[in-house]
């Protein structure tokens, strides 16, 4: 089993939303390495879901991923936000995901927070730069941020 770390607006997307739901297709990644990211998970996958671009951005809880990669219909959507006019039923160039809840953590683990955890240095969200919706997790990074929850 893969870990993975995967932003969500909450206006969008909360962990709430989701565990309300149960399950939903995680769409609209439109960059290239967030999508071929998507493409590596498997069924069974977990990631800690992070809210972001919100006043408490942070890892708000635990998903799993229900359904492996397939074609993101919202790219053929001409009412969809993310529709893409390049992209044709013969030829999507976008995947989503089907995930499913696990966890609400009692409280967010706010990015200042995790930026000052010695064992998530290496960890891609707290790198300066880093803008990726979609990364992997190390099985230890996992462990560290479970243990601040």
């Known amino acids: 089993m893969a870990y993975w770390l995967m932003k969500s607006e909450p206006d969008?997307?909360?962990?709430?939303?989701?565990?309300?739901?149960g399950e939903a297709r995680w769409d609209g990644v439109r960059n290239y390495q967030a999508r071929n990211f998507l493409?590596?998970?498997?069924?069974?996958?977990?990631?800690f879901f992070y809210h972001s671009?919100?006043?408490?951005?942070?890892?708000?809880g635990i998903a799993r991923i229900s359904a492996a990669?397939?074609?993101?219909?919202?790219?053929?959507?001409?009412?969809?936000?993310?529709?893409?006019?390049?992209?044709?039923p013969d030829k999507n160039p976008?995947?989503?995901?089907?995930?499913?809840?696990?966890?609400?953590?009692?409280?967010?683990?706010?990015?200042g927070y995790l930026k000052q955890q010695a064992a998530l240095a290496e960890l891609p969200?707290?790198?300066?730069?880093?803008r990726l919706s979609v990364m992997p997790v190390t099985a230890e990074q996992w462990a560290a941020v479970l243990a601040l929850r």
């Not at 969008?12 to 739901?21: D, P, R, T, V």
């Not at 990669?69 to 044709?88: C, G, I, Q, R």
């Not at 995901?97 to 609400?104: G, S």
């Open 12 to 21: 969008e997307l909360s962990i709430k939303g989701l565990a309300k739901l």
């Open 39 to 47: 493409r590596a998970m498997a069924e069974g996958d977990e990631f």
């Open 53 to 60: 671009s919100c006043p408490e951005p942070g890892i708000a």
């Open 69 to 88: 990669a397939y074609d993101d219909p919202t790219a053929l959507d001409p009412a969809s936000v993310y529709h893409d006019p390049k992209a044709n």
């Open 94 to 111: 976008w995947s989503a995901v089907d995930v499913a809840h696990v966890e609400t953590f009692s409280k967010v683990l706010g990015l």
């Open 125 to 130: 969200l707290v790198q300066k730069g880093s």
